[in-house]
């Protein structure tokens, strides 16, 4: 297979340009997928739900359940947000394996036409060349060869070999 300089590159596609959101979306989300984030939560809750809302918000935590209601809604848009970049990366790696491949593809047609029109050329020139027409040239051959040496050897000549 020929390799070309197109199937052996290895160079990933470029990022899409990221704006100040993006990157803002990146950071949150980024924070927001580790424990940390866990963990600072539980805490707060806990610290919240001891205190009764530092005084200000009783059992049933109306408060605290429109502050959650309100964190999750931002979180899943910025996870939202960060997916829809990483689904954009994703489709242009994607098409550049899919050029990739195809030119591969291209390259191993090429080759299988190049070794059928070299096996149709040898098929030919066998045919031209065929074992069976040679060899009673052949035998011709060595019937004249033999008659030059028995009349070179009535002459009493040198013995050429």
Not at 24 to 35: A, E, K, P
Request: aromatic content about 6%.
């Amino acid at each position: 297979m020929a390799a070309t300089a197109s199937t052996m590159s290895s160079v990933p596609p470029a990022a899409p340009p990221r704006g100040l959101q993006e990157r803002v979306s990146d950071v949150i989300t980024s924070f927001c997928g580790d424990m940390r984030f866990v963990y600072i939560h539980a805490a707060a809750f806990a610290v919240w739900i001891a205190t009764k809302g530092f005084g200000n918000d009783a059992f049933p935590f109306n408060f605290l359940t429109m502050a959650v209601s309100l964190e999750a809604i931002f979180l899943s848009t910025f996870i939202l947000i960060s997916q829809n970049r990483q689904q954009a990366i994703a489709d242009a790696n994607n098409r550049l394996v899919q050029e990739r491949l195809l030119q591969m593809l291209n390259d191993v047609i090429g080759d299988e036409k190049l070794d059928l029109k070299n096996e149709q050329m040898i098929s030919k020139l066998l045919h031209r060349i065929d074992v069976d027409h040679i060899r009673p040239i052949a035998k011709r051959v060595d019937e004249v060869h033999a008659a030059v040496m028995r009349i070179d050897g009535a002459r009493g000549g040198a013995n050429p070999t």
